[in-house]
């Protein structure tokens, strides 16, 4: 599939991956498309960021790279690495055989074929389907050199190997970053990017979300989950649910044959909304009760 030529395209497009956003997502999406631009975006776990590069992937009919990102990761370990194991045995065998050629060996020992592609090498090499999707996923979550290193692959779309030399894009891969925002990430990366706060969306937006995701859920159902959920983001809470959340929350619940919410029944389910024992606890009792009762008031008619 070709870039889109609109930002209502980029919608339209989006939607029938199953992934339902906004406009101004929607705009940032095709500027990044149409520019060639990284996308940089930020925002608290499970809202839909990552969901974003998938939905591009698979709309467009390109290839999904993804590097999930770690504290400690290098640029060896996102690059490339040499396959030593094999290389060894290379040697032993030439060793065994007697006579071969130290020059043609060792050209032979750092060549494609004892390479181990890592995410960031693969995305530069030219694939028959277009340039790929590039998700580099909690970007946050590096340090400072690895991002250092990013500026410099990002701006140029090209990785150095000592042994082969400069390895350029042909074409510069679709990139996504994110970042859960648990560290502030280096302005000099995000000036490379366009950038967008990915928010928790509107009661009406996240129903139209729950709908595509969980088609099977009845309405009745569908908006007391969205309600609660909603209800719940104003409580005083470690973790709030993301979109994640209240899709796995609403699939759980019809494993279960759930008709509608009670007290009783989100007690028993709240593993899928709240991660934490902490925030649990929270909701124990009457206090499930009591958001409960504030959700449905606030479905009712004003």
């Known amino acids: 599939m070709q870039i889109p030529q609109s930002v209502d395209a980029v919608q339209e497009m989006l939607a029938g991956q199953g992934y339902v956003c906004g406009r101004a997502l929607a705009t940032v999406v095709f500027l990044s498309l149409r ?15 990552t969901e974003i590069a998938k939905a591009l992937s698979a709309a467009l009919g390109r290839r999904l790279i993804r590097l999930q990102c ?21 040697i032993r065998t030439a060793e065994a055989t007697g006579g071969t050629d130290r020059t043609a060996l060792q050209e032979e020992l750092f060549s494609g074929d004892y390479l181990i592609r890592r ?38 779309y090209q990785v150095t190997i000592p042994e082969l030399g400069t390895i350029k894009a042909p074409e510069p891969p679709i990139v996504i970053l994110t970042s859960n925002r648990t560290r502030e990430v280096h302005d000099a990366l995000k000036r490379r990017c366009l950038y967008h706060w990915v928010d928790y969306p509107s009661f009406e937006r996240e129903l139209e979300i ?12 569908s908006r007391e989950v969205v309600a609660f959920v909603q209800q719940l983001r104003t409580e005083d809470l470690f973790k709030k649910p993301g979109v994640a959340e209240t899709i796995d929350w609403a699939k759980c619940l019809l494993a279960l044959d759930v008709i509608d919410l009670s007290p009783e029944v ?37």
Do not use: C
């Not at 770690?70 to 045995?89: C, H, K, R, T």
């Open 210 to 221: 729950l709908h595509a995701r969980a088609p099977q859920a009845a309405e009745r159902l």
């Open 119 to 156: 995410p960031l090498l693969e995305a530069m090499e030219p694939d028959p389907a277009g340039a790929p999707v590039l998700l580099i996923d909690e970007i946050d979550r590096t340090d400072e050199p690895f991002e250092a290193f990013l500026l410099e692959a990002l701006s140029d």
């Open 266 to 302: 989100i007690s028993d389910t709240l593993g899928a909304i709240l991660k934490y024992q902490d925030d649990i606890q929270k909701l124990q009792g009457s206090e499930a009760r009591r958001i409960l009762d504030q959700a449905r008031a606030s479905l009712e008619p004003a």
């Open 35 to 49: 520019l060639g631009r990284p996308l940089f975006l930020e925002g608290e776990a499970g809202v839909g960021k």
């Open 70 to 90: 770690y504290e400690g990761l290098d640029a060896a370990s996102a690059v490339y690495e040499w396959n030593f194991p094999a290389q060894m045995v290379a």
